[in-house]
């Protein structure tokens, strides 16, 4: 079943490309396909905001592997940010996690 | 008297309703339900994108399990407001797609699952235009049964 989520941001980068804010997260949701034999259930929708504003909108499918563990970037941010990633699946569960910048 | 029921029930069934409209977001079910590629394209509006050496796929050649098959995108294309992930021979192609706003880069790394050995390709959109960039994946054991 869905489960709990992980989350890391981190400040990243410098040099030409200009400094990031380096978010990974990791959700736990079985993530099943219509070509399993269990029912499918998987993750619709992510929204990854940076101090209360979207920053990144995502609409996945059952082809995102189980457990899914993506990482964003979001320009320049500084230590203290606070990030919040979200999700909803197909069934209407949600979660979401928040962590500031380390 | 009917008239006025009607209109009452009405009015319930909008404010019960509408709670529900809001919490589900959009999710483009045409574009995902698509079972060629070409229709996923189509369902995202991207029927035709050009190809660009500014949006890079880094992926294994070999994924030797397809259940965790790890993808990263990344565009160089002034404006890029949002990448789409299409699995060609997946038996639904269109594995994500990624907005990006206020400050996001166009980056992603991700999981994703491949049926088999299957061209990659990733459609960028910047500027009202579409940019393609595909890389072949070679997968051992396929990953959709789970």
């Excluded at chain 2, 206020?102 to 992603?108: R, T």
């Amino acid at each position: 079943m869905a489960g709990p989520m992980k989350m890391r941001a981190t400040l990243g980068g410098g040099g030409t490309a200009g400094s990031y804010t380096d978010v990974r997260v990791l959700m736990t949701h079985p993530m099943t396909t219509a070509q399993s034999n269990q029912p499918l259930h998987f993750i619709q929708n992510i929204t990854v905001r940076q101090n209360g504003k979207a920053v990144v909108e995502a609409q996945i499918s059952q082809a995102v592997s189980r457990n899914p563990v993506f990482t964003f970037r979001i320009k320049g941010g500084a230590k203290g940010d606070k990030i919040e990633v979200s999700w909803l699946d197909n069934k209407g569960e949600t979660n979401k996690i928040e962590t500031a910048v380390a | 008297m009917n008239i006025l029921r009607r209109t009452l029930v009405g009015a319930a069934a909008f404010l019960l309703l509408k709670p529900f409209a809001a919490l589900a977001a959009a999710w483009n079910k045409d574009a995902f339900a698509a079972k060629t590629p070409q229709d996923a394209l189509k369902g995202i509006g991207a029927g035709e994108a050009a190809a660009s050496k500014d949006l890079v796929i880094d992926a294994p050649q070999i994924a030797e399990n397809g259940a965790v098959v790890p993808i990263e995108i990344s565009s160089a294309i002034a404006g890029t407001t949002s990448i789409a992930v299409i699995i060609e021979k997946n038996p639904f192609p269109l594995a994500a797609q990624f907005d990006f706003e206020n400050g996001a880069l166009p980056y992603v790394k991700l999981n994703v699952k491949m049926n088999e050995t299957s061209d990659v390709r990733a459609v960028a959109t910047a500027g009202g235009r579409r940019y393609a960039a595909t890389k072949e994946i070679k997968v051992t054991i396929g990953g959709c049964g789970g």
